[in-house]
């Protein structure tokens, strides 16, 4: 028992116990109030007692079931749960349960259990003292944010916006999904005040130098539902969650989190700093898990931009370190498997990774030849070329596209046989985004069954290259140059599958009148 008399209460819990409804929480800040610390258990069920010790630093609270208890603590494990910027540090009690009725100051505690479980029931009036001066609840406020990413000049996984937003409190829910052709997310935090303060943070900042824009607001609902761990959406408190695609439930142990950062928009060219910069070489943190970074980033703040979550210039040559992961490389050389071995070879591949960043050197494995190493020109294209590529169909077989633990690929020794299966292609005419800011970097969407051509001469027919896709054994669904500018259409082929064979064989084919054709895929239908 947890009263007066008992002086366990008050020495902390020593040993790691079983599984038990009431938890010990530690490290709490002193400044912290009774409605943040019951928030960090509403997310898994009803809480039904509180006991703060704040000369102590610690607190218990006590779960209305077991099940509760044991998924929050599971959660906690994985994702250190921060309250006032600060880590706390939650195990189970050896209470099995809490009495708190002789205590004192006891009414606090009763008012915001109150309080917090009433509006987690929906009802958003508060009673009791938990007031917003408390640093308890605003009335009305929803937990969930709805997030736009302007300007995407890169892909900004469910990963990056997790380690983001984890930095304001216990990122619960993320769904990311497009609407109106633009990148969104709703995320659920613990508490309403952490989506406050996130949404003060966070809204107007860029994610990366110049682009990639975030733009918050408060959504109309009030929790999220989400049916799927993968990379679209993800609930942190339920890693039983099925993956939705057929692939095996993520397994937290075996995932990990990608966070990355473009270089192109180094510190001072393009518009306002971003939240991540471009700690090139040296590269982002591993986060840990499945897309459970620890919350904070360990950085100094840059006066004038977004406190810590900014990378100072000085790290321009350094690391962004994640709590209790030592900085990590990623690395511009990617693994692909599951090739079709009779229909692959280092020129396809170079041209379809090369839609996604500069190829520098590819190899076909010589005894598994369904497998292949690319070295990208950097860390961000590999993983550019990863997001789009990985998962999409090539010569009937689904690929599989990771970042390989290889820094770069070894070209064969003076007279090892090879078999022609290892080509370096770094002085290749062909590399689309050799220059600084060029407009191919604005040009990058996913495999499509529509494709974009260009470089087109000016007596080149409609029917000639509609000639040219079907002659090559591709399927010609529709066909329109550009009003504006014959040099360029746009051709809608039969699948996905087809249109990435057709921008392998015909991306660079020579029309004539010194013209090479130019093959892209499009993000706009026919």
Known sequence: MANGTD??????DRSPCGPSRVLHVRKVPIEVSEAEVVSLGIPFGKVTN???????????????????????????????????????YIQYSNHRELKTDNLPNQG????????VNAMHSGNMGLSGTATASDGGMMPGQSPVLRIIVENLYYPVSLEVLHQIFSKFGTVLKIITFTKNNQ??????????????????????????NGCCTLRVEFSKLTSLNVKYNNDKSRDF???????????????????????????????NILGAPGIISSPYPGAAGFAPAIGFPQAGLSMQAMPGALGPLTIPSSAMTGRMTIHGMTPTTIHSVLLVSNLNPDSISPH?????????????????LFNKKENALIQMADATQAQLAMSHLNGQRLYGKVIRVTISKHQTVQLPREG???????????????????????????????PSATLHLSNIPPSTTDDFLKDLFASSGYTVKAFKFFQKDRKMALI????????????????????????HLRVSFSKSTI
């Open 348 to 364: 396809e591949l170079f041209i379809l990774f090369g839609v996604y960043g500069d190829v520098h050197r590819v190899k076909i």
């Open 416 to 446: 090892q046989e090879d078999q022609g299966l290892t080509k370096d292609f770094s002085g290749s005419p062909l590399h689309r985004f050799k220059k600084p800011g060029s407009k191919n970097f604005q040009n990058i969407f996913p």
């Open 492 to 515: 809608q082929l039969g699948s996905v599958e087809e249109a990435i064979q057709a921008l392998i064989v015909l991306h660079n084919h020579d029309l004539g009148e010194n013209h």
């Open 183 to 208: 990148f969104q997310a709703l995320l659920q935090y613990a508490d309403p005040m952490n989506a406050h303060h996130a949404k003060m943070s966070l809204d107007g900042q860029n994610i990366y």
């Open 108 to 115: 606090r505690a009763q008012a915001a259990l109150q309080a």
């Open 237 to 267: 408190t339920r890693l039983d969650l099925p993956s939705g695609d057929g692939q095996p439930t993520m397994d937290p142990s075996m995932q990990t989190a990608f966070d990355f950062s473009p270089h192109h928009f180094g510190w």
């Open 7 to 12: 002086s366990k209460t008050y020495k902390g």
């Open 50 to 88: 509180l006991l703060m010790l704040k000369g102590k630093n610690q607190a218990f609270i006590e779960m209305a079931s077991e099940e509760a208890a044991i998924t929050m603590v599971n959660y906690y494990t994985t994702a250190t749960p921060h309250v006032r910027n600060q880590p706390v």
